[in-house]
């Protein structure tokens, strides 16, 4: 099945150590999004690709950064995680930017920060 | 902008009863609607998405929903809950964000069904 698969499911790091979450998707869709899904909380996005194309949410911290260095792969990088990223980060994609287009999520990875 | 409201963040019904989950929308073009569900641990998936075809709009696991532009709603229904159906629910519009869409998402609503 086509699908979004998200590693690891779970990811433990220090106070101030850079942390790599990865997404990967057989779908072939253009557009990888980024969310953070802090408990009981909408998810949030933090940016979105558009094929090579980066946006940036306008109140994303510059702690954190993305890549995409092909169509199938999204990193989502965290340079020094504080105590308030541990969260749920969901990665997601959609076909294309025409209306109506669903996001289809992986299943998130979630991070400790000890 | 776009935005969506959901009434009722915690929502409880008996196995087999009603499930009625609200969202109203605020949309100053016609909306593309979606609702998602999240169990514990796991990412969103589709349960349906109201595009400009019919207002009434059949999902998965037995769920539809009414778009009702007079009301400015999109509410979840399913006629008889099951213990699999707890989870957090969360009604979204996409909107754009530069050349692209994104989706704008209510806080969710998060249901349990009691034996």
């Known amino acids: 099945d086509a699908m979004v698969i998200q590693n690891p499911r779970y990811q433990v790091t220090q106070f101030g150590k850079p942390v790599t979450l990865s997404c990967s998707q057989t779908?072939?869709?253009?557009?990888m999004y980024w969310y953070q899904q802090k408990s009981s909380q909408a998810p949030k996005l933090l940016f979105h690709y558009y094929d090579k194309d980066f946006n940036n949410e306008a109140d994303t911290p510059d702690n954190f950064q993305s890549r995409r260095p092909n169509t199938s792969f999204c990193f989502l990088d965290i340079r020094s995680p504080g105590l308030g990223d541990a969260a749920m980060y969901l990665c997601a994609t959609s076909k294309g930017s025409q209306s109506g287009q669903p996001q289809h999520f992986g299943d998130g990875t979630r991070l400790s920060i000890l | 902008a776009q935005s969506v409201t959901q009434l009722g963040s915690h929502v409880s019904v008996s196995e087999g009863a009603l499930v009625l989950l609200r969202c109203n929308y605020s949309s100053s073009v016609p909306p593309y609607l979606f609702w998602y569900v999240q169990y514990p641990n796991q990412g969103l998936q589709l349960l349906l998405k109201?595009?400009?075809?019919a207002t009434l709009v059949k999902g998965i696991n037995g769920f539809e929903a009414e778009f009702k532009k007079s009301e400015t709603s999109f509410h979840l229904t399913k006629p008889s809950a099951h213990m699999s159906d707890a989870a957090e629910y969360f009604c979204?519009?996409?909107?754009?964000?530069?050349?692209?869409?994104?989706?704008?998402w209510g806080l969710g609503t998060s249901l349990a069904v009691n034996p």
């Open positions: 779908l072939n869709h253009n557009v």
């Open positions: 979204a519009v996409s909107d754009w964000a530069g050349n692209n869409r994104k989706l704008i």
């Open positions: 109201y595009t400009s075809a």
